[in-house]
């Protein structure tokens, strides 16, 4: 039977470019180079005013700690709302607020007067402007790559890399000339540059919300629509829950180094510009894992879930070998082993997201894995404080923080299909709700548009269909 040719209306409602695989792509991961720089970049090298804070405000170390933590965990906390806010009002005006949020979050913090206004100011309002900006620029970036998405990834990282070679003894300079409010107030500018990164984010569609609410032809509410975009099914799926253990896992371990390196080199008697140099060391060699991992992830010869248990499980081994290295050249050894891991592990652990949940539902899930993640990013580091004021030394924290990435490992390695040598076949998309009638479709980012009045000849066997929404 010959099928209906589609309206010029239905041809409007549902446009659906496919993934250029560079062009204008090239751009966003240029965006996503400078926004994740200075984000995980300061977040890195806020080590640097840890030992100001503790010996200005005559605070302990775990008190200090909640800083970076709360900072950190707000950016991940509040990724659901960017993620839905962006399938609302599109990427780019979210990512341009996050970037002023971030500014002014450091401006208002060079006038503290205590450590709970740190927490308001740097902690709360900065880590709510970045999480606006993280998420929704990740998938962007998705969304202009398919074939050479990992790659993509990988050099939209590397800006971490080079700002955290570069922004350690940077800001011990910026101390140094302008103390620590001054520093802090330079900051506030830097981040501003955040609205520009937002700015020249070009979606490929609309909004995906938005294209519902047109086909289902329903004048919604803003908050019905904002709900939409949060993929709470999710919470039901197997490999996302296990996923989302892992990297909490993860995070409880992968950022204390960055609070904790500086202040534990200079614990044993090392200068603070030597102290700082470490970390601009596991700079320069996390740009080459984040490049290496990412080109060789997209050559096929390894699966994504395997190649990241192995850097994994090699930085959490290397986050135990830090306190036995007692002289320079030694912690030097290990923490270029330490970066390399830490920079190979950070692209695949957000590409691993579409092929346990598929692109159609990527953006909700990197929002609510975030929101997963953040309980890890907000103990983590207090804990290490707190381990350190207790035993006096910063030994028994490095080993926690690599229990952690080795937990994270042994929990990954519970992933549905994990054991098998080919990937397996897409996940199937998420039930749809509403009939042909209504003109709405399930559609992702990158998924392929179907006429309303179609259907597919085969149907696939439910025994292939390797991950659902009910267990």
Same mark, same amino acid.
């Given at each position: 039977?010959?099928?209906?040719?589609?309206?010029?209306?239905?041809?409007?409602?549902?446009?659906?470019?496919?993934?250029?695989?560079?062009?204008?792509?090239?751009?966003?991961?240029?965006?996503?180079?400078?926004?994740?720089?200075?984000?995980?970049?300061?977040?890195?090298?806020?080590?640097?005013?840890?030992?100001?804070?503790?010996?200005?405000?005559?605070?302990?170390?775990?008190?200090?700690?909640?800083?970076?933590?709360?900072?950190?965990?707000?950016?991940?906390?509040?990724?659901?709302?960017?993620?839905?806010?962006?399938?609302?009002?599109?990427?780019?005006?979210?990512?341009?607020?996050?970037?002023?949020?971030?500014?002014?979050?450091?401006?208002?913090?060079?006038?503290?007067?205590?450590?709970?206004?740190?927490?308001?100011?740097?902690?709360?309002?900065?880590?709510?402007?970045?999480?606006?900006?993280?998420?929704?620029?990740?998938?962007?970036?998705?969304?202009?790559?398919?074939?050479?998405?990992?790659?993509?990834?990988?050099?939209?990282?590397?800006?971490?890399?080079?700002?955290?070679?570069?922004?350690?003894?940077?800001?011990?300079?910026?101390?140094?000339?302008?103390?620590?409010?001054?520093?802090?107030?330079?900051?506030?500018?830097?981040?501003?540059?955040?609205?520009?990164?937002?700015?020249?984010?070009?979606?490929?569609?609309?909004?995906?919300?938005?294209?519902?609410?047109?086909?289902?032809?329903?004048?919604?509410?803003?908050?019905?629509?904002?709900?939409?975009?949060?993929? +709470? &099914? =999710?919470?039901?799926?197997?490999?996302? #829950?296990? %996923? !989302?253990?892992? @990297?909490?896992?993860?995070?409880?371990?992968? /950022?204390?180094?960055?609070?904790?390196?500086?202040?534990?080199?200079?614990?044993?008697?090392?200068?603070?510009?030597?102290?700082?140099?470490?970390?601009?060391?596991?700079?320069?060699?996390?740009?080459?894992?984040?490049?290496?991992?990412?080109?060789?992830?997209?050559?096929?010869?390894?699966?994504?879930?395997?190649?990241?248990?192995?850097?994994?499980?090699?930085?959490? +081994? &290397? =986050?135990?070998?830090?306190?036995?290295? #007692?002289? %320079? !050249?030694?912690? @030097?050894?290990?923490?270029?082993?330490?970066? /390399?891991?830490?920079?190979?592990?950070?692209?695949?652990?957000?590409?691993?997201?579409?092929?346990?949940?598929?692109?159609?539902?990527?953006?909700?899930?990197?929002?609510?894995?975030?929101?997963?993640?953040?309980?890890?990013?907000?103990?983590?580091?207090?804990?290490?404080?707190?381990?350190?004021?207790?035993?006096?030394?910063?030994?028994?924290?490095?080993?926690?923080?690599? &229990?952690?990435?080795?937990?994270?490992?042994? #929990?990954?390695?519970?992933?549905?299909?994990?054991?098998?040598?080919?990937?397996?076949?897409?996940?199937?998309?998420?039930?749809?709700?509403?009939?042909?009638?209504?003109?709405?479709?399930?559609?992702?980012?990158?998924?392929?548009?179907?006429?309303?009045?179609?259907?597919?000849?085969?149907?696939?066997?439910?025994?292939?269909?390797?991950?659902?929404?009910?267990?």
């Amino acid at each position: 039977m010959e099928k209906p040719q589609k309206t010029q209306e239905e041809e409007q409602s549902s446009p659906q470019m496919a993934a250029p695989d560079g062009g204008w792509g090239w751009v966003v991961v240029g965006s996503l180079f400078f926004s994740s720089a200075l984000v995980f970049g300061l977040i890195r090298s806020l080590g640097v005013f840890f030992v100001e804070f503790v010996q200005y405000f005559g605070e302990s170390a775990q008190a200090v700690s909640w800083i970076t933590s709360i900072g950190l965990a707000m950016q991940q906390l509040l990724s659901p709302i960017a993620a839905a806010t962006s399938n609302v009002y599109g990427t780019r005006p979210v990512v341009m607020m996050g970037g002023f949020l971030s500014g002014l979050g450091f401006i208002l913090a060079s006038q503290a007067t205590s450590l709970s206004h740190l927490y308001l100011t740097m902690g709360l309002i900065s880590g709510i402007g970045w999480a606006l900006i993280f998420t929704p620029t990740v998938a962007s970036v998705m969304q202009y790559f398919t074939l050479r998405r990992s790659l993509a990834m990988g050099l939209g990282f590397t800006g971490i890399g080079l700002s955290s070679f570069a922004f350690s003894p940077l800001f011990q300079y910026l101390v140094d000339a302008y103390a620590w409010r001054g520093a802090l107030l330079v900051l506030g500018g830097l981040s501003f540059n955040m609205i520009a990164c937002g700015a020249v984010i070009r979606p490929l569609r609309k909004p995906k919300v938005v294209l519902k609410t047109e086909n289902s032809k329903l004048n919604k509410s803003l908050f019905s629509r904002i709900c939409e975009g949060f993929e +709470f &099914s =999710l919470l039901s799926h197997r490999g996302f #829950v296990t %996923y !989302s253990a892992a @990297i909490t896992f993860f995070n409880a371990g992968y /950022f204390i180094p960055y609070v904790h390196l500086v202040a534990h080199s200079r614990h044993i008697g090392f200068t603070e510009y030597q102290a700082a140099s470490i970390i601009s060391v596991t700079g320069v060699v996390d740009i080459l894992g984040r490049v290496i991992s990412g080109w060789f992830s997209d050559l096929g010869k390894m699966r994504m879930p395997h190649m990241l248990v192995v850097w994994t499980g090699l930085l959490g +081994f &290397s =986050l135990m070998l830090i306190p036995t290295a #007692v002289d %320079y !050249s030694g912690l @030097i050894v290990v923490s270029l082993v330490y970066g /390399f891991c830490a920079g190979a592990m950070t692209p695949l652990a957000f590409a691993v997201v579409p092929e346990i949940v598929g692109m159609e539902r990527m953006l909700g899930a990197l929002g609510l894995l975030q929101l997963i993640e953040s309980v890890g990013g907000l103990l983590g580091a207090p804990l290490s404080g707190w381990l350190k004021d207790y035993t006096g030394t910063y030994t028994v924290s490095f080993i926690a923080a690599g &229990s952690f990435l080795v937990l994270g490992t042994l #929990v990954t390695m519970t992933l549905p299909y994990f054991w098998s040598c080919t990937a397996p076949p897409p996940p199937s998309p998420s039930p749809p709700k509403r009939t042909f009638q209504d003109g709405s479709i399930e559609d992702g980012l990158l998924t392929q548009t179907l006429s309303s009045n179609s259907a597919p000849d085969t149907l696939c066997p439910l025994k292939d269909i390797p991950y659902s929404d009910k267990e």
